[in-house]
């Protein structure tokens, strides 16, 4: 991460602090972006998160030991935190078991592309290049507008924009609302919620990281060399609590997806 701040620290122009730019490495396979699409550090991650799931449950699962292993026993608490905690809680007991294999990969999937983040080298969260959220939140958009018309029919457009029970005049108002409300800004926000953060944690640790080597390896006043120290303990707390938002975050993007699958099973809104 420091090493990635070396150049915005070593102008010769006193502290300048990192962009948004020094945050997403040049692509890898640069002449792909002729055919539409570049190759670079956060798709190989990406890629490399589902070959990381899927070996790790295919392994977790392999014996299915009545007495488990200690893979076995993490597979299994990680599954159950999902089909509990979020299927059933927020489904509901009757529709969330033919949900949970999609909670199930949308969060682990959240989790390891945002744990990338705290890995040393590799440092960087898939989900703080906006692409990456925009997607998956587009996906997420998509199924649960499907589920309620599968649920409800073409009907289901007049159950999500008309509230019940509200007297037609106020309903000039409010259904303008709710197209806005659901149909646009649930989706920006689903999204802009998860990249907003992996950015800017990545973001804070690498001002730090700037800042350390600007104070430690450019000044020659012994006084801000001894300050680098304080900027590195309070590096090292952001880095501890960036980690933590990092699961967080997979949770409750996950959580949002299962509320708004209840929402459109369900028969009034």
Same mark, same amino acid.
Request: aromatic content about 10%; charged content about 10%; glycine content about 8%.
């Given at each position: 991460?420091?090493?990635?701040?070396?150049?915005?620290?070593?102008?010769?122009?006193?502290?300048?602090?990192?962009?948004?730019?020094?945050?997403?490495?040049?692509?890898? %396979?640069?002449?792909?972006?002729?055919?539409?699409?570049?190759?670079?550090?956060?798709?190989?991650?990406?890629?490399?998160?589902?070959?990381?799931?899927?070996? *790790?449950?295919?392994?977790?699962?392999?014996?299915?030991?009545?007495?488990?292993?200690?893979?076995?026993?993490?597979?299994?608490?990680?599954?159950?935190?999902?089909?509990?905690?979020?299927?059933?809680?927020?489904?509901?007991?009757?529709? *969330?078991?033919?949900?949970?294999?999609?909670?199930?990969?949308?969060? *682990?999937?959240?989790?390891?592309?945002?744990?990338?983040?705290?890995?040393?080298?590799?440092?960087?969260?898939? *989900?703080?290049?906006?692409?990456?959220?925009?997607?998956?939140?587009?996906?997420?958009?998509? %199924?649960?507008?499907?589920?309620?018309?599968?649920?409800?029919?073409?009907?289901?457009?007049?159950?999500?924009?008309?509230?019940?029970?509200?007297?037609?005049?106020?309903?000039?108002?409010?259904?303008?609302?709710?197209?806005?409300?659901?149909?646009?800004?649930?989706?920006?926000?689903?999204?802009?919620?998860?990249?907003?953060?992996?950015?800017?944690?990545?973001?804070?640790?690498?001002?730090?990281?700037?800042?350390?080597?600007?104070?430690?390896?450019?000044?020659?006043? =012994?006084?801000?060399?001894?300050?680098?120290?304080?900027?590195?303990?309070?590096?090292?707390?952001?880095?501890?609590?960036?980690? %933590? =938002?990092?699961?967080?975050?997979?949770?409750?993007?996950?959580?949002?997806?299962?509320?708004? =699958?209840?929402?459109?099973?369900?028969?009034?809104?």
């Amino acid at each position: 991460m420091i090493a990635l701040a070396l150049p915005a620290a070593t102008t010769g122009e006193g502290f300048v602090p990192p962009t948004t730019d020094e945050l997403h490495l040049p692509d890898v %396979l640069p002449w792909a972006a002729d055919y539409g699409t570049g190759v670079g550090k956060q798709m190989i991650l990406v890629l490399l998160s589902v070959v990381i799931i899927a070996w *790790f449950f295919s392994k977790a699962a392999k014996k299915q030991a009545l007495v488990p292993s200690k893979l076995q026993l993490v597979g299994e608490m990680g599954y159950g935190l999902v089909r509990d905690s979020i299927g059933k809680d927020i489904i509901g007991q009757r529709d *969330f078991l033919k949900f949970v294999p999609l909670l199930f990969t949308v969060f *682990f999937f959240v989790l390891v592309n945002n744990i990338y983040g705290a890995i040393p080298l590799i440092q960087l969260p898939s *989900f703080s290049h906006p692409g990456s959220a925009y997607v998956l939140a587009g996906i997420i958009y998509v %199924l649960w507008i499907t589920i309620g018309i599968r649920k409800h029919g073409i009907g289901y457009f007049k159950m999500v924009v008309v509230p019940s029970g509200v007297p037609w005049p106020l309903l000039i108002i409010l259904i303008p609302i709710e197209i806005i409300s659901n149909f646009l800004v649930r989706p920006i926000t689903h999204s802009l919620r998860l990249f907003a953060t992996m950015m800017a944690g990545h973001l804070i640790v690498l001002l730090a990281g700037s800042g350390i080597e600007y104070l430690l390896v450019l000044q020659d006043n =012994i006084f801000l060399q001894a300050t680098s120290v304080l900027v590195l303990v309070g590096g090292v707390a952001m880095y501890m609590l960036e980690a %933590l =938002i990092m699961v967080i975050q997979a949770y409750v993007f996950t959580l949002l997806t299962a509320i708004y =699958i209840q929402g459109a099973l369900a028969d009034e809104h």
